[in-house]
């Protein structure tokens, strides 16, 4: 069947703002004259510090979500994850891999960069897809999530931004803290299925002194299917059962002046897989899933620790405006596992297939991020912020066993001044934002030698330097009390995974100056949108367009067997709906929610889209539904995420054994419950409440020739829980 490109014309796009419109209108017809503030702040009038901007989030052209504190605080107890619970509660994010590795994992189709209070967590010269495992979430204040291509906080957010925002300084004189202590099950009980966490938080407040330090612990054990059987680990790429976690978190103020404040914040993260079992194949042209038996695995076991450490100053009173100062270093290493892979093989070494080896990422960053805001004066309504961002990042993909180098030591340098300005016109009626942003960035790479697998070829060092000048700007409309309506242009900046380019080159001849492989991924984000914020119901709608000429997409190499890099024009287009509703009964809301996503990339070169994305590159299509309600001290949450089937049009894939080639879809409901007693919170939660038995997205669409690799989803898991506040 032929499929049409993604490129919206102009009939459609007339069709699809009415489409918005009527939707807002519906909104409006339905809801009641209630006190705008009866629930309590919503996202329109919350500062989204990813921003770069003390803008209320209603003033910006953008599709922009807050995890709150409380929440994360539930989705986190019955996933066990930050990621996994913006997955959960955004339709837009792909299912995540349940595993470490978040590779192939998704916002709008693209990689969206993960951030500590603005730090960026993502390692751009290889990316070990960790970056959503840096900090315990006990430490996490709120998830500010960004939707889209965008250059706000730099290099790498082509999807959107999850931005972690770490828990803030203690307002009052004196100590007060938090502790937390909980324990899970599978739903067997097995011995080897039983996890616990401990975690605690102390803050100390005396004058314009104040410290707040904290200790996470977490021990999480063998995951199991709806079926019974433990899950299949992956040792290769890291996993999140069967592990340990530490993390110790410090914060650090100075309230100088009234105005003047200073933070240093410090972390440290580490989790480590324990390897207590190996893989049993399963089938896929059965469809049995693999599984996990009792056995040490090779080598060392798979890991991530990461140090941060931040020094932040601001001062809110500066010549009549606002000045936000970032100075940070940030350290990891990425450890994988151990195995006698294609690609670590070679005979000048040992016998071919008798090599066992087993590769680490270690990166270095480097970087200062600067802005001021402030009104300009004798134009009303103006607001203007100017800012410089810089980076260096230094990372090298090394293996443990021999003495090779898989990616060169490389650095990667990026210097990026920026401008941008907000318009209130019409009472606060309609915004008009713009903006600029220039980014030069560097590679820099001396000579090296590709592993045997790829030739041994020797390829030239060199120095590239790319730039490109970046552009937002959007309008905002409030056309009636509770309607915001916008539309919106903004361009996102990446590089590839240079690594992963480097290190498979296998043409002879080549040199890190002039290929062409490694130049960035400039990305723009094209939406309409309108939200209804009003009574008893908070709706939104949201289209948007998104291409890249030169994208980035990861394609299994059937030779190495490992996922390659290829070049090739991207783009994407995508509906989202929201609506949240307070009903008749009291403390009764209900949610639901709808994202569907179409990719196409450009196969053949020829400057025009002809294939679909497959599983590896976009996820599926997803309706979420939950209900909440709350009476007094007992809070009660269902939810449901229906992952819709998906095929893959003309897909580059392997076979797969007898399966057809189309994605079916399936469904996970969880549930939570939570009471306030005198000593503390009580939490009780369930995740996956049916224990359904599926196919994870990831497993189900990649990989599709590897029957070790085809993993099930995590059964019915229960969590008991207290959390305490002192």
Not at 233 to 252: A, L, M, P, Y
Not at 320 to 331: I, V
Not at 341 to 370: C, H, M, V, W
Request: hydrophobic fraction near 35%.
């Amino acid at each position: 069947m032929t499929r049409r490109s993604v490129r919206m014309t102009h009939s459609k796009v007339l069709a699809t703002g009415a489409s918005l419109l009527i939707l807002a209108g519906a909104s409006a017809a339905m809801a009641e004259e209630a006190d705008a503030g009866a629930g309590g702040a919503s996202v329109s009038e919350v500062v989204i510090t990813a921003a770069r901007t003390k803008l209320p989030a209603s003033a910006l052209p953008l599709t922009v979500d807050v995890v709150d504190s409380q929440t994360l605080v539930d989705q986190v107890a019955i996933s066990g994850s930050m990621v996994d619970a913006v997955s959960t509660l955004s339709p837009s994010f792909s299912p995540t891999r349940q595993k470490l590795s978040g590779s192939g994992e998704s916002l709008r189709g693209r990689s969206p960069l993960y951030a500590v209070n603005g730090i960026p967590q993502s390692t751009p010269i290889r990316d070990g897809s960790r970056d959503g495992f840096t900090i315990d979430p006990f430490f996490i204040d709120r998830v500010e999530l960004i939707y889209g291509s965008n250059a706000l906080q730099g290099i790498g957010a082509t999807g959107g931004v999850v931005n972690q925002v770490t828990v803030g300084a203690p307002r009052e004189d004196g100590i007060s803290g938090r502790a937390l202590a909980q324990v899970s099950s599978d739903t067997g009980f097995h011995g080897d299925g039983l996890g616990w966490k401990t975690a605690g938080l102390v803050a100390y407040r005396a004058g314009a002194f104040d410290a707040t330090i904290g200790l996470a612990y977490e021990a999480r054990g063998a995951f199991y299917d709806g079926d019974g059987r433990r899950v299949a680990v992956d040792n290769t790429q890291g996993e999140i059962q069967d592990s340990k976690s530490g993390s110790i978190f410090g914060r650090f103020g100075w309230q100088a002046t009234d105005h003047l404040r200073f933070d240093l914040i410090a972390n440290y993260f580490e989790l480590k897989g324990d390897a207590d079992y190996i893989v049993s194949t399963g089938s896929r042209d059965l469809n049995r899933p693999a599984t996990s038996v009792r056995g040490v695995a090779e080598g060392a076991p798979a890991s991530n620790k990461v140090q941060m450490v931040s020094l932040q100053v601001a001062h809110d009173d500066l010549w009549g405006g606002s000045l936000t100062a970032q100075a940070f270093y940030n350290k990891s290493r990425d450890i994988f596992g151990a195995d006698r892979a294609p690609t670590f093989q070679d005979p000048r070494i040992a016998p071919f297939g008798t090599l066992l080896d087993q590769s680490y990422n270690q990166s270095e960053k480097l970087g200062a991020r600067g802005s001021y805001e402030r009104e300009i004066p004798f134009v009303q309504g103006l607001t203007a912020i100017v800012g410089l961002d810089a980076l260096r990042d230094k990372t090298r993909q090394s293996l443990m066993r021999t003495p090779r180098d898989w990616v060169p030591p490389t650095e990667f340098t990026s210097v990026a001044p920026f401008v941008q300005a907000n318009l209130a016109l019409f009472d606060d009626r309609v915004h008009l934002a713009a903006g600029v942003r220039h980014e030069k960035v560097q590679l820099k790479a001396d000579d090296f030698e590709t592993l045997w697998t790829y030739g041994s070829r020797k390829v030239g060092g060199g120095d590239p330097e790319f730039s490109a000048t970046l552009y937002n700007g959007g309008v905002v409309w409030k056309a009636m009390d509770g309607l915001r309506l916008y539309v919106s242009y903004a361009e996102g900046y990446t590089v590839p995974d240079v690594g992963r380019i480097l290190r498979s080159i296998s043409e002879p001849g080549k040199d890190v100056d002039t290929y062409l492989n490694i130049s960035p991924v400039i990305s723009d984000n094209q939406e309409i949108g309108a939200e209804w914020r009003k009574g008893p119901i908070e709706a939104s709608a949201a289209y948007f367009w998104s291409k890249s000429k030169l994208g980035s997409l990861l394609v299994r190499n059937p030779v190495s067997q490992v996922y390659d890099v290829q070049r090739q024009r991207v783009e994407i287009e995508g509906l989202e709906l929201n609506v949240n509703v307070q009903t008749p009964l009291p403390g009764l809301k209900v949610y639901a929610g709808y994202a569907h996503l179409k990719g196409r990339a450009d196969s053949n070169q020829d400057g025009s889209v002809d294939i679909d994305l497959d599983g590896a590159n976009i996820s599926p299509d997803r309706f979420n539904l939950a209900a909440s309600y709350q009476e007094g001290p007992l809070t009660v949450r269902v939810q449901s995420q229906f992952y819709l089937g998906r095929d893959y049009d003309g897909a580059a894939r392997s076979p797969r054994k007898g399966r057809d080639s189309r994605f079916e879809g399936y469904a996970v409901m969880d549930a939570s419950v939570r009471y306030a007693a005198d000593f503390g919170d009580v939490f009780f939660t369930v995740n996956n409440l049916m224990d359904q038995q599926y196919v994870s997205y990831a497993s189900d669409t990649t990989n599709l020739g590897d029957d070790n690799r085809f993993f099930a989803g995590r059964g019915r898991t229960f969590t008991l829980g207290l959390e305490r506040r002192f």
